[in-house]
Structure formats: C-alpha cells, structure tokens
C-alpha cells in the first residue's frame, strides 16, 4: 500500500463532492431520463469507490495504531524557484 492517510482522506473528499454533484444531476427537474439513468449509473460506481477507499483507509489506521505499520514523513524538496539550483549561463 503506497497511499498516506493524508491521500486518501484526500481522495475520499474528492469522491464525497463528485457524488454530491453527481445526486443533484440526477435530481434535476429538467434532465431528461436517459441523462439521470447514466448519472445513477455513475453514482453507484462512485459509491463503491468511496467504500473501497474507506476500507482502505480503515485497514491503515488499523495497522498504525496495533504498531504493525509506521507512518512514513515524506519531505519535499523543490527545486524550482530556488536560486541556488538554477544554472549560471556564461553572457
């Protein structure tokens, strides 16, 4: 499992406002049936991938907190903007 807690609490969020939207587009009143079929469709997948990344997430925090998985700190190192990494052109 290469996911943090951090990025997949981040995608469950992503998911959560997509089947918001997704129900709003099924409960409009001019959508035709065939618009709100397919958006039930999607809907249905987009809860199961929900669930999948709440049972992931779960499984996670289960681990970390019986010690059998240590959170990893990834540290950022950014290159760009920073001075000191660009290159000196000779003029």
Same mark, same amino acid.
């Given at each position: %499992? ?19 939207? %997704? ?30 990344? !709440?049972?992931?997430? !779960? ?19 950014? %290159? ?12």
């Amino acid at each position: %499992m290469a996911e943090t807690i951090g990025s997949l609490i981040d995608k469950i969020t992503i998911v959560d406002l997509k089947i918001y939207h %997704m129900q709003e587009q099924i409960d409009r009143r001019d959508a035709s049936p065939q618009h709100q079929e397919a958006c039930q469709n999607k809907l249905k997948i987009l809860k199961i991938q929900k669930d999948d990344l !709440s049972e992931e997430l !779960s499984g996670l925090a289960k681990e970390v907190l019986q010690g059998n998985r240590e959170l990893k700190v990834y540290r950022q190192f950014k %290159m760009y903007n920073d001075p000191i990494y660009q290159i000196k052109r000779d003029i």
